[in-house]
């Protein structure tokens, strides 16, 4: 199993629809999370950070469930710019150090 | 532009060449990686530093790679002996973490690497 695990989409969605995707991970000791997006040859940009509570940020709703395991991402209102691959990303301390893992990515396409 | 930049952003090389790539961190910055992705994956990691001490590497490092980080600034990722399985696009991050959970990774361009 891997550590960090997204469905691969890819998700087709009219413009101004609303969609949403989950990411598992599986170290129950995974301290941070979040949510980079990455366009075709380009390299990933933070999106937004996961925090326990929940957090908004416009158009995205990040959420994390601790006792499930997942971090999952909405977006409402969709737009055509949000046509991207969504990285979710998972961060474990040890000792002094960090281990960051990377999910494949969900790719989202939203159509006209 | 103070982000995090790579060089060269392309790479072709022949199989069997000897590649170096560049990456300079975020100024403030003490923490770099060095990350490879190919097409539909995610970003795998490959080695790590805190300032010049390098910290951690991937078994995906094998002992045709490796990458230095002398004064604690930029950084190089060499590549011996290329093979076409090595083509991919090397991406550099940097970070400052307050703390060893509350780490914010920003990305530099990448370097697109293929060999023939």
């Known amino acids: 199993r891997k550590e960090v695990e997204q469905d691969p989409g890819p998700f087709n969605v009219p413009e101004g629809a609303t969609v949403a995707f989950n990411c598992t991970y599986s170290n129950s000791a995974s301290q941070s999370f979040f949510w980079y997006r990455q366009d075709c040859r380009k390299e990933p940009k933070l999106l937004m950070s996961v925090y326990s509570s929940g957090n908004e940020d416009g158009r995205f709703t990040a959420q994390l469930n601790r006792a499930s395991q997942y971090i999952s991402l909405l977006i409402r209102d969709s737009k055509l710019s949000d046509s991207a691959t969504y990285l979710c990303?998972?961060?474990?301390?040890?000792?002094?150090?960090?281990?960051?893992?990377f999910g494949s990515g969900t790719r989202l396409s939203i159509r006209p | 532009d103070t982000g995090v930049s790579q060089d060269p952003r392309h790479k072709i090389t022949k199989r069997g060449q000897n590649v170096t790539f560049r990456c300079d961190p975020i100024?403030?910055?003490?923490?770099l990686y060095w990350y490879r992705q190919t097409l539909g994956q995610g970003p795998e990691f490959l080695t790590y530093?805190?300032?010049?001490?390098?910290?951690?590497k991937s078994r995906l490092l094998s002992d045709r790679f490796s990458a230095e980080r002398p004064k604690g600034s930029f950084s190089t990722l060499e590549i011996q002996r290329t093979e076409q399985g090595d083509s991919a696009m090397y991406l550099c991050?940097?970070?400052?973490?307050?703390?060893?959970?509350?780490?914010?990774?920003?990305f530099g361009p990448g370097t697109r690497l293929l060999v023939l």
């Open positions: 991050a940097s970070s400052t973490p307050e703390n060893s959970h509350q780490e914010t990774q920003y």
């Open positions: 530093f805190q300032n010049e001490a390098q910290l951690e």
């Open positions: 990303v998972v961060n474990t301390p040890y000792s002094s150090a960090s281990k960051i893992i």
């Open positions: 100024s403030e910055h003490n923490r």
